[in-house]
């Protein structure tokens, strides 16, 4: 599956984006889906993640993060979303998304088995 992220880019501290994620053919709704971010100099971390739709659509967040955080899909199921508030400089980063199959939980880098291309988030004090 392709997955492309979108949605980024400059927004105030305190401020408010909203990512999104889609799939090429496959529907999205049968993967795990993670959002991981990676600021200049850093290793990739995860941000939030969301089981299938046949699991539940359950969602994890970082404990960074959490409070600040929604990750949810579409009603079509095939674009998964991640809304963030709050947001601080220190959230700047290149954001991406990643699917996982069965019962990897794309939580981690090495679990998941497909990547987009990031999309950059910028953060101004």
């Known amino acids: 599956v392709q997955l492309q992220a979108s949605g980024g880019g400059l927004v105030q501290a305190g401020g408010s984006l909203r990512l999104s994620c889609a799939a090429s053919?496959?529907?999205?709704?049968?993967?795990?889906v993670g959002w991981f971010r990676q600021a200049p100099g850093e290793e990739r971390n995860f941000v939030a993640a969301?089981?299938?739709?046949?699991?539940?659509?359950?969602?994890s967040y970082a404990d960074s993060m959490k409070g600040r955080l929604a990750v949810f899909r579409d009603v079509t199921e095939n674009t998964v979303f991640l809304q963030m508030n709050s947001l601080k400089p220190e959230d700047t980063a290149v954001y991406y998304c990643?699917?996982?199959?069965?019962?990897?939980?794309?939580?981690?880098?090495?679990?998941?088995?497909?990547w987009g291309h990031g999309t950059l988030v910028t953060v101004s004090s």
């Open positions: 053919a496959r529907a999205l709704r049968v993967y795990n």
């Open positions: 969301v089981t299938s739709t046949w699991s539940g659509s359950r969602p």
């Open positions: 990643a699917a996982a199959l069965s019962d990897r939980l794309c939580t981690t880098v090495v679990d998941c088995d497909y």
